[in-house]
């Protein structure tokens, strides 16, 4: 009882006020963060801010605030009463890029804060990457580069320009990275978060400030994914200049042009941020032409100190032109031939978010979002499974379209609280609404070459397809989470979240198969109706554990559980080489991360972690043949499937590491590796065949590692990437089968061949002027990616050789 008295009479309380270095305007809502403790304090509008519960002596100050440099300093706690002056300096926006990050080891990629906003991020395995701090192709999205630093990730790669984000990892299917909830300022982006989760759009990387990746265990705050949370924070306002500009123009091999443009500002208690781009190409291969247009709003007000209110409008459309895809045989003769001139792609996206935020208290916070969506989809072309059979002007094609409408709502409550004189934590309870509603309709497109999506009635001597379809599918989810950090003492923490879950998931429609007789005709046409409805509630859970044996280094742990509900794609049949199950389950799995991170005097930053994904009922597609011999794949619950990894990342200031003492000059040189590899396999299923096999889109090796260094106002980087072999199923065939008449080639199934490509970038800046150059795949490999099964395929889609981009920038 002594000691505990002891210990509370011996802790200081340290009152501050914090000014601006050239006005002596108080500096409101600088966040003052006491280093080796977990205690942060936010400035008032006077610029005053207290601590409490401090150890007598010195302790080390970080201050920071939007528009000023970051301030670190050391203080002897003062007795009772008095109060410390400190004074920030404005941050010349001219100088920005000229911030030398390295001293306060900022190098290389962050991570998430335990708390940031009103989210919780301690205990899980957390990724930001600030664009700033590249050297890398930006104008094309190049997601290679961009995504270089994330361990792990297999990354799909199917157009010149980055239209589309294909990312996966841990034995995610990368196709438009469907398996992370994926946000755009927090709120969702993808089609229909439940029926439909893939995402058709992408923000450029040139507006983006940075880009957050939480692996599994964020299935409790966003979703319950297996892969996680991708959050694309964009830039915001200007808030020290009524007018700024940003003017990005690149040139680029095959025809490339992209054009970014943005203006921001601050007056008064209004400011706003908007973009607009465009961008074009020709493609690596023939009949590979786009065009693409992207405009975005954001408007914010500060009606109190407390109280800041937000609006958000993104516009995106594009059109493309599909190559299609190639046979094996195809892929060895010519990696650049297309034999498809009359495949087209078009989208348009609309995004819409209105945002609250209140700061309760100096301890809570509130966070209100609605947003919706308004896109539609439209694939056209000629994709018979054979992919060297022939094509003409004269044949119908397939058409497919898709209306999205959506709407949700999602409400978060942060707030830290004090158990005792060693014990506190923060608790954060939220909810979400959400009402999908997605119009899919197949069927027969009209003859010629042209972007024509219309729908046509279906000729005998014109078409081949033999189905079409008209399904609604209207969506709902309700959804409460909570999850709380309790702290003991300065270094050990626990994390245990909770999240209740219903889904409703309805299929509404019809489609319809055409016989034909020997001759082709159309015999009679069969229509199908169906009505299908699926509510389900479920809680799942998880738990996260820390341990920082100091300020630089953590021991990090977390298991949680997640679910995946069957897709819109999942519920229809109307693919004549694909036959889907009709006794189709959800999935559901765990996910755990054990790992160390942390940072190494300022030379080193690193982040080793093993993992563990368990899927339960994993949904897949394996190769089968019908009574005819004919192949075709087959869509159902393979089984159950285990994948273990070790996911390892460290970059190191080279300059710093072989002079420590050395004070930080013009030179820069840092290198990077990145390194996972993992093991998967089947371990049960009714096909006793797929027991022990490799689960698919999971390379054994994946490497990623490079260097950058430079001079001054000069920059350069180097980088390097190599994937092992893969599979596009579950039954490892090794290639597709081979029959004597060309024609009836396939390629959707088999090996994706071992590749590894290099990347160079470099940049010069000087004021208002900076000039950038790159070079994707330096040394002109020739490699695939991805064996699409339908669209934009199907077939081997081969990815790009050597291109070159050049970008000029100003800002004022």
Known sequence: MLSSFAAVAQQASLQGRVREATTGQPVVGCEVYVRGSR????????????????????????????????????????????????????????????????????????????????????????????????????????????????????IWESDQGGLQLNIGGRGLDPNRTSNFNVRQNNYDISADALGYPESYYTPPVEAIKRIQLVRGAASLQYGTQFGGLLNFELRGPEPDKTVAVVSRQTVGSYGFFNSFNSVSGTVKKLSYYTFAQYKRGDGWRPNAHFESKTAYADLRYQFTENVKVGLQVTHMDYLAQQPGGLSDAQFARNARQSNRERNWFAVDWNLFNASADWKLTPRSNLNLTTFGLVASRKSLGYRPNFVER??????????????FRNLGAE?????????????????????RLYRGYNH?????????????????????????????????????NAAAFAENIFYFGEKFSVTPGVRVEYIRTRAEG????????????????????????????????????????????????????????ITFSDMQIVNNSLVIDPNLQDERGYSADLGLRGEQGQWLTYDVSLFALLYNNRI??????????????????????????????????VLRLLAPEASPGRWRWSTF??????????????????????????????????????????????????????????TNSPNSPYVANPERNSAVVGVIPAYHILDTSMSWERRWLKLEGSVNNLANAIYFTRRATGYPGPGILPSDGRSFFLTAAVKW
Do not use: C, W
Not at 412 to 430: D, F, N
Not at 622 to 644: E, K
């Open 39 to 154: 205690q942060i304090a936010r400035t008032d509008s006077a610029g005053l801010f207290m601590l409490s519960r401090l150890a007598p002596g010195r302790q080390q100050l970080q201050f920071s605030s939007i528009g000023h440099e970051p301030l670190k300093t050391e203080v002897e706690l003062p007795a009772a009463g008095s109060v410390l002056d400190f004074t920030l300096m404005r941050r010349d926006r001219q100088l920005q890029e000229v911030t030398v990050r390295a001293p306060q080891g900022r190098f290389g990629p962050q991570r998430l804060r335990e708390v940031e906003g009103t989210a919780i991020f301690a205990a899980k395995k957390s990724d930001v990457i600030v664009p700033d701090n590249l050297v890398a192709n930006l104008a094309t999205n190049n997601a290679r580069q961009v995504y270089a630093r994330v361990a792990g990730l297999n």
């Open 390 to 403: 022939t094509d003409n002007d004269a044949q119908q094609r397939e058409l497919i379209s898709g209306d």
């Open 673 to 730: 590796g990145n390194l996972a590899l993992i093991r998967s396999r089947y371990t049960a299923s009714d096909d006793k065949a797929i027991v022990g096999n490799q689960v698919e889109f999971v390379p054994v090796v994946n490497l990623k590692t490079g260097m950058q260094a430079g001079y001054g106002p000069f920059k350069a980087s180097v980088q390097f990437t190599y994937l092992a072999n893969q599979f596009s199923e579950a």
């Open 510 to 565: 019809s489609y319809k198969v055409i016989d034909r007789d020997l001759a082709g005709n159309i015999d009679t046409t069969r229509q199908y109706s169906q009505v299908r409805t699926s509510p389900r509630g479920f809680v799942i859970g998880g738990l996260g554990v820390s341990y920082k044996p100091t300020e630089q280094r953590e021991l990090y742990a977390n298991v949680s559980q997640n679910y995946r509900s």
């Open 440 to 476: 899919s309709l197949q069927g027969f497109g009209p003859t010629g070459r042209g972007a024509d999506f219309r729908f046509v009635e279906p000729v005998a001597a014109l078409s081949t397809q033999n189905s079409s379809s008209d399904y609604r599918f209207p969506n709902y």
């Open 411 to 431: 409400a978060r409550y942060l707030t830290r609280y004090e158990l005792g004189p060693s014990k506190s934590g923060v608790l954060l309870v939220g909810t």
């Open 620 to 653: 897949g597609e394996v190769q089968t043949y019908d009574a005819n011999n004919v192949p075709f794949r087959y869509r159902s619950n393979i089984g159950r499937a285990l994948i273990l990894g070790l996911e390892s990342y460290a970059e190191a200031d």
